[in-house]
C-alpha cells in the first residue's frame, strides 16, 4: 500500500509553467487586448513599459559600481 502523503507529493512533480500575465512594472492583469509587448516582455501599457525600462537602468547602473 502506498501512503496517501506519497501519492500526493508525487502529483506535485509536474513542471509548472509559468506565463507573464501580469504588468512587469505594475504587476496588474494583462488584458490580451491591451497588452503592450516589449523586449520579450509584456506590459499592460506603454507606460508602464517606460517604468520598467528605468527602473531595470538604475538597478543595473547600481550593480555595476
Ligand atoms: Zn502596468
Given at each position: 500500500?502506498?501512503?496517501?502523503?506519497?501519492?500526493?507529493?508525487?502529483?506535485?512533480?509536474?513542471?509548472?509553467?509559468?506565463?507573464?500575465?501580469?504588468?512587469?512594472?505594475?504587476?496588474?492583469l494583462i488584458?490580451?487586448?491591451?497588452?503592450?509587448?516589449?523586449?520579450?516582455?509584456f506590459?499592460?501599457?506603454?507606460k508602464?513599459?517606460?517604468?520598467?525600462?528605468?527602473?531595470?537602468?538604475?538597478?543595473?547602473?547600481?550593480?555595476?559600481?
Amino acid at each position: 500500500m502506498v501512503p496517501d502523503a506519497v501519492k500526493e507529493s508525487q502529483a506535485e512533480t509536474k513542471p509548472k509553467v509559468e506565463r507573464q500575465t501580469n504588468c512587469l512594472a505594475c504587476n496588474k492583469l494583462i488584458k490580451k487586448l491591451k497588452r503592450y509587448y516589449r523586449n520579450g516582455k509584456f506590459y499592460c501599457s506603454k507606460k508602464c513599459w517606460r517604468v520598467f525600462v528605468a527602473k531595470t537602468k538604475a538597478e543595473s547602473a547600481e550593480g555595476k559600481k
